[in-house]
């Protein structure tokens, strides 16, 4: 099953930030969305739930110090992605 990712404008401002500021992750970072548009739930990306203030939100790894925080509605199949950035910036 294949899941739909959807970019918000916000994200996108975000994620356009990101790439300028880590050319080197962009290969990463790519692989990272395909996967996550084929399985969420593959081991390499580390989907998990987070807390607090931002409990309504998961987070998978881009690697280990770089993150990407979603909307995961698994009743609609769509994924909507929310910020893109190291740990400390997106938490």
């Known amino acids: 099953m294949s ?8 994200y ?3 994620a356009t930030k990101f790439a300028r500021r880590h050319p080197d992750l962009l290969n990463q970072y790519e692989k990272t969305l ?3 548009e084929l399985n969420p739930l593959h081991p390499s990306l580390r ?7 931002l409990s309504d939100l ?7 110090g ?3 925080t979603l909307e995961f509605l698994v ?3 769509k994924i909507v992605l ?6 400390d910036e997106v938490y």
Do not use: A, F, P, Q
Not at 3 to 10: C, F, K
């Open 12 to 14: 996108l401002k975000r």
């Open 3 to 10: 899941y739909r990712l959807i970019y918000t404008t916000s």
């Open 47 to 53: 989907l998990h739930r987070l807390s607090g203030s």
């Open 34 to 36: 395909k996967l996550l």
């Open 58 to 64: 998961h987070s998978i790894s881009i690697n280990i």
């Open 66 to 68: 770089y993150r990407i």
């Open 82 to 87: 929310v910020n893109v950035g190291s740990h």
């Open 75 to 77: 009743e609609d199949d």
